[in-house]
């Protein structure tokens, strides 16, 4: 019982993490330079992108304007 409360609080804590984290940037969406689609920051694609190919954008105009298509998994829109 104490294992399944402390792995609920693991989980708790992680969204909150990544609630704040999403909110507390300066940008919308990310990219990869490897690649040509753009995501939302919380996407499970996007988690996988290395530090060193994070490309950023601030609203999804500027990511089209880049050549970058919206995610198929998170689908983030093409207009904001």
């Known amino acids: 019982m104490k294992r399944k409360r402390i792995l609920a609080a693991i989980v708790i804590l992680a969204l909150f993490l990544g609630a704040y984290l999403a909110f507390a940037t300066d940008y919308k969406y990310v990219g990869s330079s ?3 689609k753009y995501h939302y920051p919380t996407c499970q694609r996007a988690v996988k992108i290395k530090p060193e190919n994070l ?5 999804a105009k500027e990511a089209l304007e880049a050549g970058y298509t919206p995610c198929t ?6 207009e904001d």
């Not at 998994?73 to 093409?78: E, I, L, M, R």
């Open 55 to 59: 490309v950023t954008f601030k609203s």
């Open 73 to 78: 998994v998170c689908k983030p829109p093409t």
């Open 34 to 36: 490897k690649s040509s």
